[in-house]
């Protein structure tokens, strides 16, 4: 094997290679020695399900047009659509129905068909929904005529929304008035305008019967808007009554689900039943105060993907597939297969409409990221472009200092407001809080109730722009006598917050003792603590014991402040520090909730500190050692690269290459042999001197060498030496003769040894003598070297005495 400093040096990174890929391994995936193992964070524990701090309830109708307008096509893109919605709502708690509208021309007919009846959107009736919606898609003519009604459409949502019946001849409903304050809203699907020409109930000819159908309509919008029932229109096609769909959106109740604009009722217009589904649920959401993501799109057999963000709270994967026959599988996205209904790592989860054309996944708690769909269909199924969204609703909680903690009547307070999700993911990017407007509102005894805004835009109060800590100020009114409440508001596209009040209490006069209180910033990992500085004055004349505790901690953290209680001495300041222990268990991410610090002998709170500490996984060992083992692999690299270059300049320095050796007999030449590539291994040449019979001698290469041939070789100092058959070797200098045998041998050209770089070999006497008969050759001085450089010293080129023994020393290098 013929090693280099080239090779040394892929040996060298190959070995780093190997030692850092299974580091690098454990770095990414969190499971040694597993490849392709996917990190999975640690969270907090589920959540529990408490009904309260789910995404608010909302009571909808879906009303569909089945008019004769419709293709089958038409009607049915219409059917998936009212599927996806029922199928889709995030709150268990919600109520759907789902009507079918046409006309009465005849007797026998009605003009509205209640295919799904109110329904609690619960697991057991979202099945049920996902059975009794694709009646929308039978339609019965006996039953049903082919015009337009949408008064009785409009009277027949809002009377089922409302339990109320509109007077004499009014359908009475039975699905309840629902909870108070459970806003209610209509979704219209229609291709078409108000037809009702041939209904008799409308008059006696076909003008008067539009006419009243009209002002019929302007009457059912107006019982909508009293009953405070939404109208959400949404058209499709090119015969479309614009004006009429904006009288409807307009026409009944114009509350919206928060301040935010677009939450307000308004028409919309699509070209084709093809983008109904897309259009209805961007609709939905905007009408409920939630978001949606758009995923991807293909025919089965793939894997469709939608995203999550951290900010989610509750949602719902919902999948168009059309044909009941497709299976779908849903993976979180550290790549793990979810039930289909119970818990898993915090999360909740329950799949619905399985055999539907429409299936959904409704997840409490989601991990945020990307989700993957794969789905999968039966030969002769999979013709058809599948369609993954998922609607989500962000519901936060709020941690809330309010500075001083107890105010006194009059006095200006101070109020930061940090959020975070119920799996305990604190909100530090403000891209995800888009739109974001946070409110509070004080109440109290002795003065009405005040609202005011809070900022996160680095303006006074507020401390820093853009760390979602968001900060305002406000005067209690002087009238204030005792207890106070405060509620924030927090109100964005998809975000509601979970409006839980400060509980504080007006003090009296000038406080006795007052406490500041500052944490450290920082990144910590599992175990490891965090300092903080409490700093009191106590005005009073005796001491007063202050207990430190921790409020609105992040769900699954294991915090321990400590020392638990302090002594404030009295007539006088005292600073005490303090820690908090984050624990082995803790889940990573960013803290939620503060550091308080009471006055034990009233309960009164004195100060909160929110906490700033981000807790984060323990270095691997690469992330420990990584700066010793790089230092320690660019030293054996740098060692490695010297000596192979010493050793390959070594060796070419040994070559022979290039080298001519000329066979000369009295002075004449008689032949020469050219050392080529290759043919100098180790920096040695064997030759052997062929003398046939009547033909003047000539030279020959010997592979291999052998005890029969002559050797030339070159020492790595770049010395000559030549060892004739049987003898012992002797330095050489090019272009001058040395005695070989019979003959003379002669070295030219070649790579010539540096100046004084070799060893001379002293002959007897100081004079040099031949090895033959041939004219004595005399050498350099002693010690010098070689015009050529070869380095022999002093004493003949033969080395020999006269009487033929060897004359020169032993040389350090052997053959």
Request: hydrophobic share 35%.
């Amino acid at each position: 094997m013929q090693w280099t400093h080239k090779g040394s040096a892929l040996l060298l990174a190959g070995a780093l290679l190997a030692l850092a890929g299974p580091l690098a391994a454990t770095t990414a995936s969190g499971a040694p020695g597993v490849p392709g193992a996917r990190a999975v964070p640690r969270t907090a524990p589920a959540a529990p399900a408490d009904p309260a701090e789910g995404p608010d309830p909302i009571d909808f109708a879906v009303v569909v047009d089945q008019s004769a307008s419709l293709a089958d096509k038409d009607l049915a893109r219409e059917t998936e659509a009212a599927a996806l919605l029922v199928q889709g709502e995030i709150s268990e708690r919600s109520r759907a129905a789902v009507i079918g509208f046409g006309s009465s021309e005849k007797r026998g007919q009605s003009p509205v068909r209640e295919v799904c009846p109110l329904t609690a959107a619960d697991a057991s009736g979202r099945e049920r929904l996902s059975e009794c919606v694709q009646e929308l898609g039978r339609r019965d003519t006996a039953r049903m005529g082919p015009g337009t009604d949408f008064p009785a459409a409009v009277r027949q949502a809002v009377t089922r929304l409302t339990g109320t019946a509109a007077g004499p001849g009014a359908d009475t409903g039975t699905g309840g008035a629902g909870k108070p304050g459970t806003p209610k809203v209509v979704f219209l699907l229609t291709d078409g305008k108000l037809d009702v020409a041939d209904s008799p109930e409308y008059g006696t000819d076909r003008e008067s019967r539009q006419s009243n159908g009209a002002k019929r309509l302007v009457e059912e919008l107006a019982r909508a808007r009293a009953a405070g029932v939404q109208i959400w229109p949404l058209g499709f096609g090119g015969e479309l009554d614009r004006a009429a769909l904006t009288a409807m959106a307009e026409g009944g109740y114009r509350g919206a689900c928060s301040e935010i604009p677009g939450s307000a009722p308004r028409m919309r217009v699509v070209g084709t039943s093809a983008e109904i589904d897309k259009a209805l649920q961007e609709t939905f959401a905007a009408a409920r105060c939630a978001r949606i993501a758009h995923g991807t799109v293909g025919k089965p057999p793939a894997d469709l993907t939608v995203t999550i963000p951290p900010i989610a709270t509750d949602g719902s994967l919902t999948v168009a597939k059309h044909d009941p026959e497709v299976r779908v599988t849903y993976y979180d996205p550290a790549g793990r297969k979810v039930p289909v209904r119970g818990e898993f790592d915090g999360s909740s989860f329950e799949v619905s409409g399985v055999d539907g054309p429409v299936e959904a996944l409704r997840v409490r708690n989601p991990l945020p990221g990307p989700w993957r769909v794969h789905i999968e269909a039966p030969a002769g199924h999979g013709d058809r472009e599948v369609a993954v969204r998922a609607i989500w609703q962000g519901r936060l909680r709020s941690a809330v200092v309010l500075d001083p903690a107890s105010p006194r009547a009059g006095e200006q307070v101070r109020i930061e407001v940090q959020m975070q999700t119920r799996r305990g993911v604190v909100i530090t990017d403000p891209r995800q809080l888009e739109d974001l407007s946070v409110a509070a509102d004080l109440s109290g005894e002795g003065f009405e109730p005040v609202s005011f805004r809070l900022a996160d835009d680095g303006k006074a109060p507020d401390a820093k722009a853009g760390d979602v800590r968001f900060t305002g100020t406000l005067t209690v009114p002087a009238s204030a006598t005792g207890a106070l409440e405060l509620v924030t508001r927090m109100e964005a596209p998809g975000i509601t917050s979970d409006r839980r009040p400060l509980h504080a209490v007006t003090s009296q006069g000038a406080p006795l003792v007052t406490a500041a209180l500052s944490v450290d910033g920082d990144s910590v990992r599992p175990g490891a603590t965090v300092r903080g500085t409490l700093d009191v004055t106590n005005n009073d004349s005796v001491p007063h014991t202050l207990r430190l505790g921790l409020a609105d901690q992040t769900p699954g953290a294991e915090l321990a402040v400590a020392p638990g209680t302090v002594t404030a001495p009295p007539n006088g300041s005292t600073r005490i520090p303090f820690t908090v222990t984050v624990g082995r268990h803790t889940p990573f991410g960013v803290l939620g909730g503060q550091v308080t610090v009471v006055d034990a002998a009233d309960g009164r709170t004195l100060r909160g500190a929110l906490l700033d500490v981000r807790v984060v996984e323990p270095p691997t060992w690469w992330e420990r050692w990584w700066k010793a083992v790089v230092g320690g692999a660019v030293v054996v690299l740098l060692v490695g690269t010297f000596v192979g270059i010493r050793f390959a300049f070594r060796r070419r320095r040994r070559d022979l290459t290039g080298v001519t050796l000329e066979l000369c007999q009295d002075g004449r030449s008689l032949d020469s042999l050219t050392v080529r590539h290759g043919q100098s291994p180790g920096g040695s040449f064997a030759f052997t001197v062929d003398e046939p019979y009547g033909t003047p001698a000539t030279l020959r290469r010997v592979p291999g060498g052998g005890s029969a041939a002559h050797v030339l070789r070159r020492t790595g100092a770049g010395e000559l030496l030549l060892r004739p058959r049987g003898g012992a070797q002797v330095p050489v200098r090019t272009g001058e003769p040395a005695g070989l045998g019979e003959h003379e041998l002669v070295v030219r050209g070649g790579r010539a040894a540096p100046a004084g770089g070799g060893r001379g070999t002293p002959t007897r006497g100081g004079r040099g003598m031949p090895w033959s008969r041939g004219p004595r050759r005399t050498g350099g001085g002693a010690g010098g070297g070689g015009t050529d450089g070869s380095g022999a010293g002093s004493g003949s080129l033969a080395g020999a005495g006269r009487d033929g023994s060897p004359g020169a020393t032993e040389h350090d290098d052997n053959f």
